[in-house]
T-cell receptor
């Protein structure tokens, strides 16, 4: 089955810094989503982005489906950005989702 | 308020005692799904449903049952729980979009401990 790898596994930033999180997948996908799990365990959807680029405030995401990767950019990070970031993919012909193991981000004040 | 609700939020039980975790959504979504989250393993899909009476296995279905008799509800049933089913469980829902789904919305999670 498809493999989903996220990097880096852990990231520590000072408040105000920028960061790039990466999601690599081993097969073509028809769906890719990014989620943030906050320190209280709540999972929040960030982007539905099977291809192309989207922006939402300080966050943006780009998926290059032909090269099998997606990037999540966080600019001017804030302490509230701390938590774990997951990407999840689904392949053509299935409604099954595979999650990456996540990037744990800690933003220091 | 649009939301996905799960009950109970916390549950401690003993091996072999049947239990049901309920999931309900008020957004009229066709797609619903159950995941479990374990340290170091991320989220893994247990079962999903594309609509009423249509369900399919995810990556880790063993030991679980589901049913989808109404569009809004998707209960997860553990007929004979075992300690390796101790985990954090999430329910999610989404509209169907073409041959896939749109953004998934997650419930608050159910922390289950099986002794």
């Amino acid at each position: 089955g498809i493999q989903v790898e996220q990097s880096p596994p852990d990231l520590i930033l000072q408040e105000g810094a920028n960061s790039t999180l990466r999601c690599n997948f081993s097969d073509s996908v028809n769906n890719l989503q990014w989620f943030h799990q906050n320190p209280w365990g709540q999972l929040i959807n960030l982007f539905y982005i099977p291809s192309g680029t989207k922006q939402n405030g300080r966050l943006s995401a780009t998926t290059v489906a032909t090269e099998r990767y997606s990037l999540l950019y966080i600019s001017s990070s804030q302490t509230t950005d701390s938590g774990v970031y997951f990407c999840a993919v689904s392949t053509s012909g299935t409604y099954k989702y595979i999650f990456g193991t996540g990037t744990r981000l800690k933003v220091l004040a | 308020e649009a939301q996905v609700t799960q009950n109970p939020r916390y549950l401690i039980t003993v091996t072999g005692k049947k239990l049901t975790v309920t999931c309900s959504q008020n957004m009229n979504h066709e797609y619903m799904s159950w995941y479990r989250q374990d340290p170091g393993l991320g989220l893994r899909q247990i079962y999903y449903s594309m609509n009423v009476e249509v369900t399919d296995k995810g990556d880790v279905p063993e030991g679980y049952k589901v049913s989808r008799k109404e569009k809004r509800n998707f209960p997860l049933i553990l007929e004979s729980p075992s300690p390796n089913q101790t985990s954090l469980y999430f329910c999610a829902s989404s509209p169907i979009k073409g041959l896939s789904t749109d953004t998934q919305y997650f419930g608050p999670g159910t922390r289950l401990t099986v002794l």
